[in-house]
């Protein structure tokens, strides 16, 4: 049963996307689980015993056993918890090879691009990092119409229920909004260059998971605003 073998808990920080796709599983999946707020500024003893080679979060702590790396948890949960049936990645082994294409795509042509913008020096640089995540949306668009049969099998990368691409997307939703405000990029939100994204957005933001999981975005506003001004050499306002 879901929750069943052992004590769970869960290192992260709250603004990251990579630990909000780990909570969202962790949910999906029925698991109880501890959860431990890390300053990344002062790691703790046990972030730095349990992750030694990134030193990063998420970590997963099961029975006293560490798995790192956000993507690699969400495996791990989808693996070790809740019944063999119902699993966030399909059964289908091309299936499952289509969906981890699709995530580490995100992962590398979204995510890191992204990543590269909210740290930029400079407004150029930024803005330079943000063309590239919306172009990389494009073929985001074409994975969703490829896991969905252009829409016809429902909305998510997993049909009509939230798969494993879905949790992995789903971790940057505040992010999403929280760049159109900050600095009026509209990554999934144009409905005329990614229509499939932009309803996915729509119903991805309408689950009660996500609704209750998902960071504030005027906190996530405020987090980004403060790191765009210490990465550019600027006095950061206030957080
Ligand atoms: N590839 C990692 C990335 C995790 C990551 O970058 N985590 C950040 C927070 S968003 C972190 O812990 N950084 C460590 C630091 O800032 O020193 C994953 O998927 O888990």
Not at 199 to 211: D, K, T
Not at 220 to 226: A, E, K, S, W
Request: glycine content about 10%; hydrophobic content about 40%; proline content about 5%.
């Amino acid at each position: 049963m879901a929750g069943d073998g052992g004590e769970v808990t869960l290192l992260g920080h709250w603004g990251s996307p990579f630990v909000t796709r780990v909570r969202l599983v962790l949910r999906l999946k029925g698991v109880s689980y501890s959860y431990v707020e890390e300053d990344l500024r002062s790691k703790s003893d046990l972030l730095l015993r349990c992750n030694p080679v990134h030193r990063s979060v998420p970590v997963l702590i099961h029975d006293g056993r560490p798995v790192c790396e956000s993507r690699v948890i969400l495996q791990y949960v989808d693996e070790a918890f809740g019944s063999p049936g119902d699993t966030l990645l399909p059964a289908d082994p091309h299936e499952r090879a289509v969906a981890r294409f699709w995530a580490a795509y995100f992962d590398e042509e979204m995510g890191a691009p992204w990543d590269r913008a909210l740290r930029a020096g400079s407004e150029e640089e930024r803005a330079a990092w943000m063309q590239k995540v919306v172009e990389a949306a494009d073929g985001l668009e074409r994975g969703l119409s490829e896991c969905t049969g252009g829409g016809r099998k429902g909305c998510f990368f997993g049909g009509e229920r939230v798969g494993y691409v879905d949790v992995v997307v789903g971790g940057v939703v505040s992010y999403v909004h929280a760049t159109a405000r900050v600095s009026g990029e509209r990554v999934f939100q144009d409905e005329a260059r990614t229509p499939l994204l932009a309803a996915w957005l729509r119903r991805f933001g309408e689950l009660g998971v996500a609704r209750e999981l998902l960071q504030d975005v005027d906190r996530v506003v405020d987090y980004v605003r403060f790191i765009h001004a210490k990465n550019a050499g600027k006095a950061p306002p206030a957080n």
